[in-house]
């Protein structure tokens, strides 16, 4: 049973969610990176430190190549897109992040260094659903995907610009959410 299961709140300070915003607006701009998949979606890494049953998050690790068209990877996601997507306004083919394995390893690795732990990974919604307006639940993919990785999904809405947040489920589970405190 990981540590992160029993998480009750996580701490957020504001200046790292600003790191995030600032990260999901450049990718919805169409401003890309050097070396950077030219892909309208924000996908990183949050590590922190835990005290007692709170997430403190000390890092915002954006990741920059997706790994999505590349075997075994495409493959693999490929055939979970079949079996667990819905339609949207992005093709099947171009859903589902794949971090390149280089890079994630380098950020593991970067969490060692630093005392870290890894918390999970934020992706961003920007295209509102029928009974879901503000996009900000996990779908069934991202529980599927998020299944057994003892890890937090953070969806990032993205639906409303202006008006963006950020909502923290364990596994992907819609009834496993963990509160999100802005700290100044």
């Given at each position: 049973m990981?540590?992160?299961?029993?998480?009750?709140?996580?701490?957020l300070p504001a200046t790292l969610w600003q790191e995030i915003l600032g990260h999901c607006r450049r990718k919805l701009a169409g401003e890309f990176l050097p070396g950077e998949t030219p892909v309208r979606r924000a996908y990183g890494i949050l590590a922190g430190t835990l005290s007692g049953d709170v997430m403190v998050v000390r890092l915002v690790l954006p990741v920059k190549k997706n790994a999505r068209s590349v075997e075994p990877f495409r493959s693999y996601m490929d055939q979970v897109m079949a079996e667990h997507a819905v339609e949207s306004t992005t093709p099947m083919d171009k859903r589902g992040w794949i971090t390149d394995p280089g890079e994630l390893r380098a950020c593991f690795q970067?969490?060692?260094?630093?005392?870290?732990?890894?918390?999970?990974?934020?992706?961003?919604?920007?295209?509102?659903?029928?009974?879901?307006?503000?996009?900000?639940?996990?779908?069934?993919?991202?529980?599927?995907?998020?299944?057994?990785?003892?890890?937090?999904?953070?969806?990032?809405?993205?639906?409303?610009e202006k008006r963006p947040s950020m909502r923290a489920f364990y596994e992907g589970r819609p009834d496993r959410e963990i509160p999100i405190n802005i700290t100044g």
């Open positions: 990981s540590e992160l299961e029993h998480a009750g709140r996580i701490d970067r969490c060692d260094d630093e005392g870290l732990m890894v918390f999970g990974t934020y992706h961003m919604h920007i295209v509102a659903w029928d009974g879901d307006p503000t996009r900000d639940t996990p779908t069934r993919l991202d529980t599927v995907l998020a299944r057994g990785s003892n890890l937090v999904s953070f969806i990032i809405s993205m639906v409303d």
